[in-house]
């Protein structure tokens, strides 16, 4: 079934015949756009908001639009406090924080400015901690700044630390709720969302249809696994989980590759939400790859613990015993995962072990919310992330951008890697890329 989504709602209301009618009449466009989730809706949205006279399609594999890493995050609004100073990361994620707050406010979308404390614990976490001040306020970070064991009290009552970084500027929002709204002022503005279209090749055409020129007009045809087809001049991929499988099937190398690692939350049950108000983060520890565990509270009330991070089996595997096979074995044989395997071995499998183990879990939270105790949490929600390697084990912690080979290479543009925080980065993501498609497509 070939769906096509309406503003207001997100729901097909057009009849199959008049679909395939539609079809038969549009088919082809100046620019595709390969994926629904929030990169892909943002960027979607700045490219049709600068060229209104062009065609735009936007595919989804789905039957909704964000549904996975836009849908199944912490909700955080970043401040930019932990990039390296000067970065892409640092300079993307100060300015989408601003854009984000900007575009709800002008949407009147809620948001929470509830703001964040990194603590410290441990003495030896102090020198870090600072660091990462001074880093923040290089990045231009607003509001910043250091506060003693008194100053966490009177912030986070429950929580205790010797030291802490406040960054009042974070906040929470619903982003799947942002990136819905990204998709309604793209179609508002004429485009065209598209869902369960599952992209499984992307080539140039080798004959025009219907004896016309079109061909050489809209030479690159993207099929997806129903046979259903589109054509377009140049097409642009925002694939997520995905992304390394669709650079592939136009001729890219497999590298980075994406690993998928699933992160499990437990919940606050409602009667104890008193004890967090705003998010708690830990200093990070240089020697793990992975934040660790945080406190985030929710726009719905709820809160958050967690995540651990540990492989998931299957790309969009949610579920503790998800399995796909061609998922697994992907990830498994790729040397680059071997290598990080080996170097975080411990602690891998202690994030397994507490993954199962709600009391562990809970431990490590005890240390920042002493009156936490088991019998608090339940089980909560889990997302996978995204994340890139290289071939030596190393996390890709940068934008990687890739074309295909041969005619099809001029006309495509992957983005590979869109890395944390790419929600919050989200609308300076968006110009970004766009700046990348004019660029290379001389729109």
Request: contains cysteine.
């Amino acid at each position: 079934m070939f769906r096509v989504l309406h503003s207001a709602a997100f729901r097909p209301v057009c009849s199959q015949r008049l679909l395939k009618d539609a079809r038969r009449l549009h088919s082809t466009y100046d620019v595709a756009i390969v994926g629904g989730g929030i990169v892909g809706l943002a960027t979607a949205r700045e490219l049709i908001l600068r060229h209104p006279n062009l065609n735009f399609i936007l595919v989804e594999k789905e039957k909704e639009l964000s549904v996975h890493q836009s849908g199944h995050n912490s909700g955080v609004i970043h401040s930019g406090i932990y990039y390296t100073p000067g970065s892409l990361k640092a300079r993307l994620c100060v300015r989408g924080a601003t854009l984000a707050y900007e575009y709800c406010d002008k949407k009147n979308l809620p948001y929470n400015k509830c703001g964040k404390l990194i603590v410290a614990v441990e003495q030896e976490e102090i020198p870090r901690l600072k660091a990462l001040y001074e880093r923040g306020q290089k990045n231009n970070v607003r509001d910043l700044s250091l506060v003693d064991a008194k100053g966490i009290r009177e912030r986070e009552p429950f929580c205790r630390g010797i030291m802490a970084l406040d960054s009042p500027y974070t906040g929470i929002v619903d982003w799947r709720m942002v990136a819905l709204r990204y998709g309604q002022d793209f179609e508002e503005a004429g485009g065209r969302v598209v869902t369960e279209f599952e992209v499984n090749d992307i080539s140039t055409a080798t004959e025009s249809p219907q004896g016309t020129a079109e061909g050489m007009v809209h030479p690159i045809v993207i099929r997806d696994t129903k046979g259903e087809e589109v054509r377009s001049r140049f097409v642009l991929t925002c694939g997520g989980l995905y992304s390394d499988r669709l650079s592939q099937i136009s001729g890219c190398s497999r590298e980075p590759r994406i690993v998928p690692f699933r992160g499990d939350y437990l919940v606050l049950k409602p009667e104890k939400h008193y004890l967090v108000k705003g998010n708690i983060y830990p200093v990070p520890d240089p020697r793990f790859p992975f934040l660790g565990v945080h406190f985030t509270p929710r726009m719905d009330g709820s809160v958050w613990l967690g995540p651990n991070a540990v492989l998931a089996f299957k790309r969009e595997g949610y579920k503790l015993l998800d399995f796909n096979a061609r998922d697994m074995v992907d990830a498994l044989s790729f040397r680059g995962l071997q290598k990080l395997v080996l170097k975080n071995i411990t602690y891998g499998l202690g994030e397994m072990y507490r993954g199962f183990n709600m009391a562990a879990q809970v431990k490590l939270l005890q240390k920042y919310i002493p009156e936490m105790s088991v019998s608090d949490v339940l089980r909560g929600p889990s997302g996978v992330r995204a994340q890139a390697l290289d071939r030596g084990g190393n996390l890709v912690d940068d934008f990687v951008f890739d074309g295909g080979v041969g005619d099809v290479g001029s006309r495509v543009l992957h983005v590979r890697n869109a890395p944390s925080p790419a929600a919050t980065s989200s609308l300076s993501i968006a110009e970004m890329v766009a700046d990348e498609v004019e660029k290379r497509f001389e729109l």
